[in-house]
């Protein structure tokens, strides 16, 4: 069996959907009520789901665990009144400082692959607990370490930029535009990181809402230039889906690891994996993933 | 403030268009808001900015008047201030509320009469020159509505004005 399909048969074995990886219908979204607030009595309340259709839930809910939220002066906040129903989760933000909030989740995952008293065995979880339950020096290690990143941006007053700092893990967006200042038919400009360099040639998928009640989705797709830069103009109001998707050395043509032994592949407040022991360090053709996500509205003019 | 011959006569010379760093002649400005009696079943008087735009990039020179749900407990008429979403993006939202000489109560459907002080406020600095005057309206299970209206900064003029289709009436401006 190929690596892709040992990776592939991890997958199927139902652990987590929440992943794109293999997983393109379902597309994960995190809605807010509003975007631009006004005033100190400011609360959102959010809508969290992987659905097919946009922004309806329609197939499961979004698990919350890995949801936080940033407030603008760079302080990790829990979100509150969560609830996880059939269809999709559900939770608050008060926003009790002026300024952008980021609400959202920054997760790694590994899925791995050895041999083992010559039977095949799998692993799919964090890097910590790779490096715990994947034995050190395991013979035929394949990994596919993966970043993802579902969020969305809310402001009360005027926006700020804080919480648009890069970690430099994964993919990660620098707004030249602000996200909570997007206008139907005015252009915004938005730039791309991957692992903190710009995210040149990256192709990311823009699909309005209300699909309902359309007979064509209507998605459309912008390519990032040299700089990871690239301008959409939103052609109406409305609540739009963002996506962009990097995969790499799942068939041999590695970038050279996903930035080194464990590197870039800290979860969410989560510390590098333990030590540099082999498990951690990403054989040549070995795959690495980071997708970006993000839900962002248009206002009317 | 003294004013030279000389630099009234270039005001005159240059009515209508803006001059450099002359300060503006302190003129008073006349508005009339019509706020129109709309028969709706649940009707709440509409939140109503008015802000003075610049024409060649659209942004805001100043805002004169907010109306809004001023008495409010915990003063939480705030939270529907963005709702003016214009007024909002481009000056709202970097003021504090409420704002001297700038809040007010919402106001009753009607013709209601203003007189901005040219020598205060945002039209003590504005420089002469062609400018929108802006009346956004927003309304509580209503709409939303913005009407502008040209007019010259800087000397005395004839009355102008425009008419909203929804949210707002008639809005006439005069520089007196």
Known sequence: MSLRNRLLAVAAAGLVLALPLAA?????????????????????????????????????????????????????????????????????????????????????????????DGQVKRFRGSPEDFAKQVPAGAADLKTIKSFNRNETFVT??????????????????VPVTHPNDLVAGEAATFKFLLD??????????FAPGNSRYRATPGDFKVKTGADGAFKVTFPEAGMYWMNAVVRTGETGRGPGGPGGPGGGMGGPGGGAPGGGAAPATPQAGDGMSASYTATLEALRP | MKRSPKLSLSLLTFAGAAVGAAPALAGDLAITVEVPRLTVAEYHKPYVSIWIENPADATAAGT??????????????VKWLKDMRQWWRKAGRTMTFPADGVSGA????GPQKLVFSGAKGPLKDLKPGQYNLVVEAAREVGGQEAV??????????????AKGTAELGAVTVAVK
């Open chain 1, 196 to 205: 903190g360099k710009p995210a040149a040639d990256l192709e990311v998928t």
């Open chain 2, 64 to 77: 004169l008047a907010v109306w809004y749900d001023f008495g409010s407990k915990e003063d939480k008429g």
């Open chain 1, 24 to 116: 393109n219908a379902h597309r994960g979204w995190i809605v807010p009520s509003f975007t631009v607030l006004s005033g100190d009595g400011a609360w959102v309340t959010l809508d969290a789901a992987i659905s097919n259709e946009l922004f309806y839930a329609d197939h499961n809910p979004m698990r919350l665990d890995a949801v936080t939220v940033t407030a603008p002066d760079g302080s990790v906040d829990k979100i509150q009144n969560p609830a996880t129903g059939k269809y999709r989760s559900t939770f608050d933000v008060q926003l009790s400082k002026p300024g952008t909030y980021k609400i959202g989740s920054a997760v790694s995952t590994v899925m791995a692959s050895w041999t083992q």
């Open chain 1, 156 to 173: 009360r007053d005027a926006p700020t930029t804080t919480v648009f700092a890069p970690t430099g893990k994964g993919l990660e967006l």
């Open chain 2, 106 to 109: 919402t106001r009753a459907p």
């Open chain 2, 148 to 161: 502008r209206v040209p007019f010259a900064w800087g000397k005395p003029g004839k009355l102008a004005t």
